[in-house]
């Protein structure tokens, strides 16, 4: 069953692909720019095409309205909702159109780690601007979009892109999340994947998780495909880094429309939730609501959503983010190495009691224990039932009734005793 439709704009092709840049900065398919060289340290944008250009993606045709997958958790609709106010979220990823207030009104803070002049409002690429409205658009006259949490405070450090000649490098990505711990961020969203176990990054995140931030990573891309880069072929459904570094970090993968999970979107032992990634909607830095696909699009959804129960829970640990984000999700508890605990539910989650969870059984992150584990029902244990008091006049009509009853056991008493003696006097007078 659809959660909602596709619509007039919304269809998209799903190949899952990425050029590769050569020494120097030269594309290897003579285009500009479209991707970057992922492995030996490297990362790569989340995206269904590697790098997200407005030539690559279709527009939404009707930009006054609000993306679909925006609406199924956008709490803006609800008649008391959060909006994440005063929630710090670092977005580590291309930069932010700052020209656009819709997107950059809530940026706090940031850096660029792209050697672009310190320059970290600034968007050559498109998908960091995706991204962040993904998370905080504000609501405009000019489109539909809005933010899943509008009121946070924005964190941007721009760390990668296909039209940068700095940054894309897990070296990078480790000083972009020292620099959001440093900065006071209480969620991290993370777009991008590399091939390459690295020491210094596993160490960052691990001091973020210590540090009681939460980040939110995309699951990767290559699902159904080769995952290329120059001359390595890292083959199909590679693990991804900083994504396998759960459960010290939340791991993204992408929903399809339905509900179920996108061919693209990888599997893994480390996959936490889903959220929607196909045919997602954001805005793009010449101010228009585009269309793409990527695990890169569903983490900032989940990070959203974290955003807004950090606001409601100020207290909470990062660990029972996580845990209610999963507990929540669409998987009742059961895991799956695609589809993690399932697709991440706003509503539910940020309703939850943390002391009555759904436990999580499997072998996914943060679980309670093995799927074999998993207690059976019995129902609810049945108390005595216990019948109420009755009516005085009901009390009464039974005391006369048991008078009665009394009454015409002792008449019959008297009359058998008395036919008894009679007989018995009778019987002496024949004998004598």
């Known amino acids: 069953m659809k959660r909602y439709a596709s619509g007039p704009g919304l269809a998209v092709l799903l190949a899952v692909g990425a050029c590769v840049l050569l020494p120097g900065g030269v594309p290897s398919n003579g285009d500009t720019y479209r991707a970057t060289v992922v492995g030996d340290g490297r990362t790569a944008l989340a995206d269904d095409s590697g790098c997200t250009t407005k030539k690559d993606q279709p527009v939404l045709a009707d930009q006054s309205a609000t993306p679909p997958e925006i609406l199924y958790a956008n709490p803006q609709s609800w008649s008391v909702h959060p909006t994440g106010k005063g929630v710090k979220v670092a977005i580590i990823d291309t930069g932010i159109d700052g020209s656009d207030k819709q997107l950059s009104k809530n940026v706090v803070g940031g850096q ?5 002049g310190g320059q970290y409002k600034v968007d050559v690429d498109g998908h960091g601007s995706m991204v962040a409205s993904i998370i905080a658009a504000q609501s405009s006259t000019k489109n539909g979009m809005v933010g899943i949490a509008p009121g946070v405070e924005l964190l941007i450090y721009r760390e990668a892109g296909c039209n940068v000649t700095g940054g894309n490098t897990e070296a990078k990505l480790t000083d972009a999340i020292n620099a959001a711990v440093t900065a006071g961020a209480q969620v991290i969203n993370i777009s991008q994947d590399g091939y390459t176990a690295d020491a210094d990054l596993k160490a960052a995140v691990l001091n973020a998780y210590q540090k009681n931030v939460l980040i939110v990573a995309s699951a990767g891309n290559y699902g159904n495909t080769q995952a290329v880069d120059g001359s390595t072929n890292h083959g199909i459904n590679p693990v991804m880094y900083p994504a ?21 979107s990888e599997t893994g032992p480390y996959i936490g939730v889903t959220a929607p990634g196909v045919s997602v ?13 990527g695990t890169s699009f569903a983490a900032p959804y989940v990070a959203a959503v974290a955003a807004l129960l950090i606001e409601q829970h100020p207290t909470w640990q990062v660990d029972t983010v996580m845990k209610v984000l999963e507990s929540t999700a669409s998987g009742n508890g059961q895991w799956t190495s695609s589809q993690g605990w399932g697709e991440v539910d706003a509503r539910s989650a940020l309703s939850a009691d943390p002391g009555s969870l759904t436990g999580l059984f499997g072998a996914g992150p943060n679980a309670d224990g093995p799927a074999k584990a998993k207690p059976v029902k019995h129902g609810t244990r049945m108390l005595p039932v216990v019948d109420a008091a009755p009516a005085q006049i009901v ?23 008395g036919t008894l003696v009679a007989r018995d006097a009778r019987r002496r007078r024949l004998m004598q």
């Open 112 to 116: 660029d780690f792209t050697d672009s």
């Open 395 to 417: 009390v009464d009509q039974r005391k006369g009734a048991y008078i009665a009853l009394v009454v015409a056991i002792l008449l019959v008493v008297v009359a058998v005793a």
């Open 281 to 293: 909607g954001g805005i793009f830095p010449d101010g228009k609501i585009w269309i793409d696909n």
């Open 244 to 264: 396998s570094y759960a459960p010290y970090l939340l791991a993204v993968g992408a929903a399809t429309q339905d509900g179920g999970v996108a061919d693209f």
